[in-house]
């Protein structure tokens, strides 16, 4: 069987599509199979033979996982023996810091708009 070490990284220790399918060494296309989906139910309930992704609020929120979902999937389903999942934050970028000074901003905003009504 294989033996899987890999590192995924995000500031909300949550995972997309693309590094789960880096992850698992699988397709697009076989993540996306693998996933607890349906057209009719935002969010299903949990399928223990499925990759089950987080609460969305919205069809069109992106999939999310969390990494221990993605281990336990590997692991039981896919039977792969080793799962090693590490969360790193990753440094802020340009565009994070430059949001969240908007982000500031608009409660500042928020703020005088709510003392002057």
Do not use: C, W
């Amino acid at each position: 069987m294989e033996n899987i070490n890999s590192n995924i990284s995000s500031e909300e220790e949550l995972v997309g599509i693309d590094e789960v399918q880096k992850f698992l060494n699988r397709s697009r296309a076989s993540v996306y199979r693998y996933t607890n989906t349906d057209l009719r139910n935002l969010n299903p309930s949990f399928n223990p033979r499925k990759l089950n992704p987080e609460f969305r609020t919205d069809q069109k929120d992106p999939l999310q996982f969390h990494p221990n979902e993605v281990a336990r999937f590997a692991k039981d389903i896919l039977r792969i023996k080793e799962v090693t999942v590490e969360v790193f934050n990753t440094p802020s970028s340009a565009a994070q810091n430059i949001l969240l000074q908007i982000l500031d901003e608009l409660k500042l905003i928020r703020t005088l708009l709510e003392k002057k009504n």
